[in-house]
């Protein structure tokens, strides 16, 4: 999310500045979430202890913008609920598509930003209700790496003076101490000393970010939060930052929240995978089981994308229709179900075909963001869908969609007469709710649309299912038994590439 994120160098400064007025008091124990709670979703994984020590716990975490209501709007819903474990020592990977939530929940777990409810618990400690100097304390025990170290370096700093500048604000040893203690932080991270008096513009961009990491070490931090720290660079540079990055977990004990869209890049280096949609974990689990055999069908549909990645009910690419929904007013139901290729459909309209249920939903789009918007529904097809329609007309996109004229018998070309996309109570039910946006109620044509075409994916965020033996966690209604599972389904409607 662009709103609420300041530059990553302002950030940088107020980090450090933050861990110079550190308190030694503990914090007030907080209460612990209960994980069988609906709201928070649940413990990440069947067994909390499963895998090691936990050192970041994350409870039903929410980040609203604009949530005073001061225009009318309801709040951008950044993050919504997450509930996820991190393990002392591990790589946890956090991936989805831009602009899901990724660096405002990373931003959030370390206080940068306020949340506005949820726990971060970590020692005992809520860090989501600290303020003053224990949030400072926490600021100083958990770090971040920013994702473009051309931003978020000062310029007319010296990289000694920016490395040494958390060192300043906490007043760490004597002047004569900071600098050895800089020395040796170039030295960690690959650095001469030389490189003391340089300045960052006189560096490479794999350089730059190793500048970045040696000032995240400066006060021993043992969490450290790494906003993709690589997409910035180089594809060879990627790699040698990335061993860095590994030799310095090993070597120092952290433990990496490492967020990135880069999907081969994390399955290198994460122990475990977080997979965010649209403001809330959809799966996490173990890294190579995730990557081989995706539970939530938005995962399967991400890593379908990745070269040489399918394996076998996923051999086909899945290309997902259109964005996602606004944060600002997500679905009801599942956050995915208005893209899902694994929805559940409702059975009296088994006989449907996959582009007349894609086109169905593009229209109960187009209804949906219409009543939540002033712009005309030509320019939201043409902004969400992808499709052209001739006129500012509701009637226009009902004949882009299904090829026919709401007053007439018309059928695409490419469809026989025989053969309508929809007939009967299908076609009844779009009439009617193209009646009601032509009343100019489209919230009512949406509505009719879910009611005649929605099914338990529109109606209930689905909880969350441990689906193998190692506490892997996916939020699918379809991992519920009553259901078939997501792979079977997707397979059947994109078939394989033999």
């Excluded at 956050?335 to 593009?362: N, Q």
Aim: one cysteine or more; hydrophobic letters at 35%.
């Amino acid at each position: 999310m662009s709103r609420g994120d300041s530059s990553a160098s302002s950030d940088a400064d107020r980090a450090s500045a933050s861990a110079a007025e550190g308190a030694t008091e503990p914090a007030a124990a907080a209460g612990s979430a209960d994980p069988t709670d609906a709201d928070a979703g649940g413990p990440d994984t069947a067994d909390p202890d499963a895998g090691g020590e936990t050192l970041v716990e994350v409870r039903n975490l929410k980040k609203y913008y604009d949530d005073d209501g001061f225009l009318g709007d309801d709040p951008v819903k950044a993050v919504d609920g997450v509930s996820f474990d991190i393990r002392r020592g591990e790589t946890l990977g956090l991936v989805g598509e831009s602009g899901c939530g990724k660096t405002t929940l990373g931003r959030t777990i370390l206080g940068l930003e306020d949340a506005t409810d949820g726990e971060v618990v970590s020692d005992g400690r809520n860090v989501a209700r600290l303020s003053g100097k224990q949030l400072r304390e926490w600021q100083r025990d958990a770090q971040m790496v920013f994702q473009d170290p051309e931003a978020s370096l000062n310029d007319r700093m010296t990289v000694g003076e920016i490395v040494r500048e958390p060192l300043d604000a906490h007043d760490w040893g004597t002047p004569d101490e900071r600098k050895r203690r800089v020395f040796e932080l170039l030295d960690l991270v690959g650095l001469n000393e030389e490189h003391y008096y340089r300045y960052p513009h006189q560096f490479s961009g794999g350089q730059r970010q190793r500048v970045g990491i040696a000032r995240s070490l400066a006060l021993e931090p043992e969490f450290i939060v790494l906003d993709e720290p690589v997409s910035a660079l180089d594809v060879s540079v990627q790699a040698r930052v990335i061993n860095l990055l590994e030799d310095l977990q090993e070597d120092l004990g952290l433990t990496y929240l490492f967020i990135a869209h880069d999907l081969s890049v994390v399955r290198h280096i994460a122990d475990r995978v977080a997979v965010m949609y649209l403001g809330d974990i959809v799966e996490l689990g173990d890294t190579e089981a995730v990557y081989t055999d995706p539970a939530h069908p938005y995962t399967r549909s991400l890593l379908s994308a990745i070269p040489g990645s399918h394996t076998g009910t996923d051999r086909r690419r899945v290309t997902l229709r259109g964005t996602p929904p606004s944060p600002r007013d997500p679905p009801q139901g599942c956050r995915f179900a208005t893209r899902c290729p694994a929805k559940v459909r409702p059975e009296e309209f088994d006989d449907l075909s996959g582009t007349a249920w894609e086109r169905l939903d593009a229209l109960h789009t187009v209804f949906r963001e219409r009543a939540n918007s002033e712009t005309g529904v030509t320019e939201l097809l043409k902004q969400r869908l992808g499709l052209a329609a001739a006129a500012d007309d509701i009637d226009e996109v009902v004949a882009d969609l299904f090829g026919w004229h709401p007053d007439d018998g018309a059928v695409p070309e490419d469809v026989g007469p025989d053969e309508p996309l929809l007939s009967g109570d299908a076609r009844a039910a779009v009439e009617d709710a193209v009646d009601a946006a032509r009343r100019g109620d489209d919230a009512a044509a949406a509505t009719l649309l879910t009611e005649t075409f929605g099914s338990v994916c529109d109606e209930q965020r689905p909880e969350r299912h441990v689906v193998d033996d190692d506490g892997r966690v996916s939020a699918c209604v379809r991992h519920d038994a009553e259901y078939e599972s997501p792979g079977p389904v997707m397979a059947r409607r994109y078939g394989d590439d033999d």
